[in-house]
């Protein structure tokens, strides 16, 4: 099922306030930078988190997986497919908890589990423009029973799909695909398998 995402409903975009963590590269924390600015050629290394969200498929007891469309507004990777969603912890906050706020805010959904499944994933990748993802981003599982209502400064489209086709894709096509959500599969030994 695909949806054009509506106009958002689940809390307001980043404010100017809002500020991201940099981290060491050991992963500990340095400092803090405005999310507004620390996206450029030189992004400096910074805590994020990355979510796949899945649902059981109702036939074959099996699963599927929730991908999105990244909006065209956003300032990396605009209108790029992904996994469910990324996002990034605030200073204090727990990154569990991070997941859950982001799912509602991007999403609106509430996750019914979550599951750390690679805790030391970290990536850096540039778009076409030049801009700089250059995360420690620890990736985790959830599981909902609803389909999503997106907010529309988020995600621009949706479509659930089996793992197994979706690792298929990514392997076919991965300039198609955000480079992490690659990354990710390749490290993730139990995905689609």
């Known amino acids: 099922m695909t949806s054009t995402a509506p106009p958002s409903r689940f809390g307001d975009p980043a404010t100017e306030s809002e500020l991201v963590i940099l981290v060491d590269e050991r992963g500990t924390p ?17 805590l994020a988190f990355s979510c796949h969200v899945f649902r059981p498929s109702g036939q074959d007891g099996g699963e599927q997986v929730l991908v999105t469309r990244r909006a065209v507004t956003k300032r990396t990777f605009p209108g790029v497919w992904s996994n469910a969603f990324c996002g990034h912890p605030a200073p204090g906050e727990s990154l569990e908890r991070a997941v859950v706020r982001r799912a ?5 959904l509430r996750l019914t589990a979550l599951e750390l499944v690679l805790p030391d994933f970290r990536y850096r990748a540039a778009d076409a423009s030049g801009v ?6 620890p990736v985790y599982r959830a599981v909902v ?9 988020e995600v621009d489209d949706w479509a659930w799909t089996t793992p197994s086709a979706l690792r298929s894709a990514v392997d076919a096509a991965p300039f198609a695909f955000s480079p992490w959500l690659g990354l990710q599969l390749a490290a993730w030994t139990g995905f689609g398998r």
């Open 145 to 153: 029973d609803t389909d999503p209502l997106p907010a529309g400064d």
């Open 104 to 108: 509602e805010r991007e999403l609106g």
């Open 132 to 137: 700089v993802e250059n995360e420690l981003c």
């Open 30 to 46: 340095i400092g803090t930078a405005p999310k507004r600015v620390v996206h450029t050629a030189e992004t400096p290394l910074h």
